[in-house]
């Protein structure tokens, strides 16, 4: 005895459904493209948009015989709020770049410095090194008396504290 053959229901819901959606998107495009429903969508929309304009307006002079801010009056505060949040924001990237300039200048001065204290050493040494030349040049030898007289006593050419 052969068996009769299994209908396909996976193959048959999925041929109802395609029917089904393009019946439905020619009705929609039909109902949406009709000028009588989109009048109608546009006195709603309309509608609506007046009663919510009343209601807000009710709600701003209730919150005003309350003595409470408004609506208008927290976006006004809240745009006031957002401008100085931007300059502070600017204030505080102008310090940054301060400090970094301050820093910047700190460095090159004590650099500055450290050349010049390192300028003044060289110099000391240089000078000691020509007063020691000095000094043995104008040292006499033990065998003329006549240095010996015309040198300055030893005191005179001290310096104070050097």
Not at 55 to 69: F, G, I, N, R, T
Request: net charge neutral.
């Amino acid at each position: 005895m052969a068996s009769a053959p299994q209908p396909d229901f996976q193959k048959l819901g999925d041929e109802m459904y395609k029917h089904w959606e393009k019946a439905m998107t020619q009705w929609w495009d039909t109902t949406l493209e009709s000028p009588a429903f989109l009048g109608a969508m546009g006195k709603n929309l309309e509608s609506a948009a007046r009663a919510r304009g009343q209601y807000e307006k009710a709600v701003d002079q209730s919150l005003e015989k309350m003595h409470l801010p408004t609506r208008g009056d927290l976006v006004r505060v809240a745009r006031v709020a957002a401008l100085l949040e931007e300059r502070l924001l600017q204030q505080e990237d102008h310090v940054l770049e301060l400090k970094d300039r301050l820093a910047r200048m700190e460095k090159e001065v004590v650099e500055a410095r450290i050349e010049a204290a390192e300028a003044r050493l060289e110099l000391r040494e240089t000078l000691a090194a020509i007063r020691g030349e000095l000094a043995t040049a104008r040292a006499p030898s033990p065998a003329s008396p006549v240095a010996k007289a015309d040198a300055p006593p030893a005191a005179a050419t001290r310096r104070k504290g050097k």
